[in-house]
């Protein structure tokens, strides 16, 4: 006897287990496509989600616009011949990031979002996460949620999707991610600071030098018995301290005056080829 009852297939998606994890330039990208859209009554913009799926943590690293278009009929349109060709160019570049999902800004879920759902299941062959950024800013906040979703089917008809919500949290992975961050947050109220990589080394230099006072402090409390030992930390700071790599302070100097002769010659190269490109440009509106 046939099944004809309303149930929703799980059996593809696993939704309840997903967690997704965005790099914070992923969202820069995101807001940079919305600024950047043609028209500025535009709502919605969407893009594809680049990254990776390991036992159900998906961890996007990377995004690119696609062309879309949406009339008031509700006719959805995406150009998946651009979609197809970027993700090609960015598979030579990163052959380890696959399609996981793709974005949309202005936060809601609709007839649209079903439809542009059904057009990347159809590239993936299973659930794509669906990231939405809120730039309208709701209650004043930048909005980042994940859906995926899953089937409604009657007996072996599919009448429909709903969309469900996952775990999602934005994380930086390395410390240039975190260094970009920290700068855009102390430009927050500085529009004009932009440190140079000196300066940013300078910075770095100095918060790990508070790091290590900070530390050398509590051992020494630990030690005169001012405080109580705790020994999570003291395993932690023992995993640090064996994971150091072991150089005597002549090969540091060493290998840190080495990349600096690098880091002047490639300045030097770049401020040669600029007066070149000056004088050649001079040169042929004299000729």
Not at 258 to 267: G, K, P
Not at 276 to 287: D, I, R
Request: proline fraction near 3%; charged fraction near 20%; include cysteine.
């Amino acid at each position: 006897m046939e099944d004809h009852s309303l149930h929703l297939d799980t059996s593809t998606t696993g939704s309840h287990n997903l967690q997704v994890q965005v790099h914070p330039v992923v969202i820069f990208s995101i807001l940079d496509h919305f600024i950047r859209r043609n028209d500025e009554s535009e709502k919605l913009v969407i893009g594809t989600l680049l990254g990776s799926n390991n036992d159900g943590i998906v961890e996007i690293k990377n995004c690119f616009p696609v062309p879309h278009m949406y009339n008031e009929d509700e006719q959805v349109g995406v150009d998946m011949a651009f979609h197809r060709n970027m993700l090609e160019l960015n598979t030579r570049a990163n052959p380890k990031e696959t399609i996981v999902g793709w974005y949309a800004t202005g936060g809601e879920i609709n007839e649209v979002s079903a439809i542009i759902q059904d057009f990347y299941w159809k590239e993936m062959n299973h659930a794509p996460i669906h990231l939405t950024v809120d730039t309208n800013l709701t209650n004043y906040k930048l909005s980042i949620k994940a859906f995926t979703n899953t089937s409604i089917t009657f007996g072996e008809k599919v009448l429909g999707s709903q969309f469900l919500p996952v775990s999602c949290e934005v994380q930086s992975f390395d410390s240039s991610e975190k260094l970009g961050v920290d700068v855009l947050v102390k430009a927050k109220n500085n529009p004009n600071l932009v440190l140079s990589d000196l300066e940013n080394l300078e910075s770095s230099v100095e918060k790990l030098i508070g790091l290590i006072e900070t530390i050398y402090d509590y051992v020494n409390k630990v030690l005169e018995g001012k405080i109580s030992a705790n020994n999570k930390v003291g395993r932690f700071l023992t995993d640090a301290v064996a994971a150091l790599p072991k150089l005597d302070p002549a090969s540091v100097e060493k290998l840190f005056n080495s990349n600096l002769q690098d880091l002047l010659m490639v300045v030097y190269l770049s401020n040669l080829t600029r007066t070149q490109l000056s004088l050649a440009e001079k040169l042929s509106k004299v000729v």
